[in-house]
């Protein structure tokens, strides 16, 4: 039975990014609740195809009865060997919406919210073996520093870490209510739900090594794409968002932009929009989540 629980972000922008042909063969590499990949479905004419990625068991429920259409319930940072699966060397588009389904955030016993008391999971494939509450019980106080400062931006993280560490002593750290109320005792009152959702978002890239899976599916986005071929990005955080703008401008991570032997800069990209494209008032006032959502476009040279 089908769920419709996603609203797709951007999706207007998205597709327009995405430059879609009749024929074409296009990824959505986060299907989700299938919004944006719906959209892709309508222009590809009969003989076009979509590869859909994602790891989360619930959307197979979501999954399109079209010809057209292949789902592959496996994380994106594997796109190059999956498209290679179907015999696909290279494809026209590739879309990456990197937020949480929304769906995802509103079941309890999901673990992603602070909202609802659940347990303390945030595992988007659920038959990997490391949770949020592995995390939170069994990593050095000296990793769940780094996790909070790099991955959460927490100002105050060691206070934090202290707090966890002296609770998880007395009890083991199982669920959504108990980490919000130790993180309660050290957040800045003016700033509640914001401190909270770093604190979970900190934990979620880890528990789902989000930076690394990335950092794979950006180069194997840039292997498979073909030639004038789009890559369309909505990041959620300036982590992500960062990874993504200097891949595109400069095929690293680190945006440096290097030389050929003969002095030539390599640019693989050429970034289709230099200003970052994000949500207009109408689609904020319908769709919160959308907020803090960025697009980026590139087209491979």
Known sequence: ????????????????????????????????????????????????????????????????????????????RYLKNFIRFYDVENVDSIFADLGVSSHDFDVPERGFSFRFDGPLDMRMNRSAEKSAATVVNEYTEERLFFIFKMYGEITNGMQLVSKIIKSRAISAITTTAQLREIASTCMPKSIENKYLAQ???????????????????????????????????????????????????????????EKDFFGNMKIPFNVINRKVITPGEEELRNNTRSRSAKLRIAEKN
Not at 16 to 37: C, E, K, M, P
Not at 217 to 233: C, E, H, I, N, T
């Open 199 to 257: 604190v979970f978002q900190a934990l979620r890239i880890e528990v789902n090594d989000e930076m690394d899976a990335l950092k794979e599916f950006l180069q194997s986005a840039f292997d498979v794409l073909k030639q004038k071929g789009r890559l369309v990005v909505i990041t959620y955080h300036s982590i992500e968002d960062r990874l993504c703008k200097n891949f595109m401008k400069s095929g690293n991570f680190e945006g440096k932009i």
């Open 1 to 76: 039975m089908l769920q419709q629980y996603h609203i797709p972000v951007l999706p207007n922008e998205s597709i327009y990014g995405l430059n879609i042909r009749q024929g074409d063969d296009v990824v959505d590499a986060t299907f989700g609740g299938g919004g944006h990949s719906r959209l892709i479905l309508k222009l590809l004419g009969e003989d076009g195809r979509l590869f859909a990625f994602d790891q989360d068991e619930d959307t197979a429920a979501n999954v399109i009865d079209d010809k057209r259409f292949f789902f592959i319930r496996h994380n994106f």
